[in-house]
């Protein structure tokens, strides 16, 4: 079974890769079209919750999934998806997770844009290094041989530019930027979230032979991220709503970058494919689970006072 499901490729057609690009892309542009170069600034005033927010994303998450790698030694090629999908920035809904939560939605913004403009380089950087140190791992990424440039480029065409093109957008017109914003994210989340379940329909044999491998996985996963981000926000005397803005971005990881590298890569790898996708699928439930609890939790103390 083993051998199976690391030779399984998930079937995502040149045109369909195409769609997801140009998604992602869009997707991009209208997060970005919230965002303004003001919003930058807070790393220079208040760069203790940045700071910690980056660290938890980029290196504290990547190393505790490298240690629940060894932990639960999964099949290999799902173990390059829990790499991968911590090399990710935060999710495309982390901001409104984050005001559901109550949570500091500014520091949410922030982070937003300095994390997805540092993948540009940490996402490949933590799926090499990361990859490269698990012996399993390491032998597909030799099997791929991927250049960490062209991985980049990528990574800087589909996050890079739109988040740019969105920021300055939002700078010279600002009343038509939030106008747009709002409707294009919905939109475009919804053709994503669309997507994901086409390619999993499409491949729903494979699907339901292997979920059992990637259920359990993707829950536990996505519960040490939160963790991971809570504990260390914590740790460093962050207030209650910097860390639940801190826990959101760790916990809410951009899947669909990682699909797209996936299938531009690793030529839709099985075990890979199917946990980044249900990581789509889960952290859309368990973030919005997360959002209400605090965002009760919260009420419930304004009430008391």
Not at 178 to 198: D, N
């Amino acid at each position: 079974m083993k051998s199976l499901i690391d030779g399984v490729h998930i079937n995502f057609d040149t045109q369909t890769l195409w769609i997801l690009n140009l998604i992602l892309g869009v997707v991009m542009f209208g997060i970005a079209l919230e965002i303004s170069w003001k919003d930058f600034k807070f790393l220079l005033y208040k760069p203790k919750p940045v700071i910690t927010g980056v660290v938890s994303q980029f290196i504290l998450l990547p190393v505790v999934t490298f240690l629940l790698i060894w932990l639960i030694k999964p099949l290999p090629s799902i173990a390059l998806g829990m790499i991968m999908v911590a090399a990710c920035p935060g999710g495309n809904i982390s901001n409104f997770i984050t005001h559901l939560a109550h949570g500091n939605s500014a520091l949410s913004v922030s982070l937003t844009g300095i994390a997805t403009l540092l993948a540009i380089f940490m996402t490949p950087l933590n799926l090499e290094v990361w990859g490269g140190l698990y012996p399993p791992t390491a032998l597909i990424m030799k099997e791929v041989s991927i250049s960490p440039w062209q991985m980049i480029r990528l990574v800087a065409l589909i996050l890079g530019i739109p988040l740019v093109a969105g920021i300055w957008t939002n700078h010279k017109w600002p009343v038509l930027a939030k106008k747009m914003g709002k409707t294009l994210k919905i939109i475009s989340l919804l053709f994503f979230i669309l997507l994901i379940f086409i390619a999993l329909y499409n491949n729903r044999a494979i699907f339901a032979n292997y979920i059992v491998y990637v259920f359990w996985i993707v829950l536990f996963h996505n519960f040490i991220a939160y963790l991971t981000g809570f504990s260390l926000a914590k740790a460093v005397g962050l207030s209650t709503e910097n860390a639940k803005a801190v826990t959101i971005e760790t916990g809410i990881q951009n899947s669909g970058l990682g699909l797209l590298l996936i299938f531009t890569f690793f030529d839709g790898l099985g075990g890979m494919a199917l946990l980044a996708a249900f990581w789509g699928v889960w952290h859309l439930v368990s973030g919005l689970l997360l959002a209400w609890f605090w965002g009760t939790k919260s009420l419930q103390i304004k009430n008391r006072k």
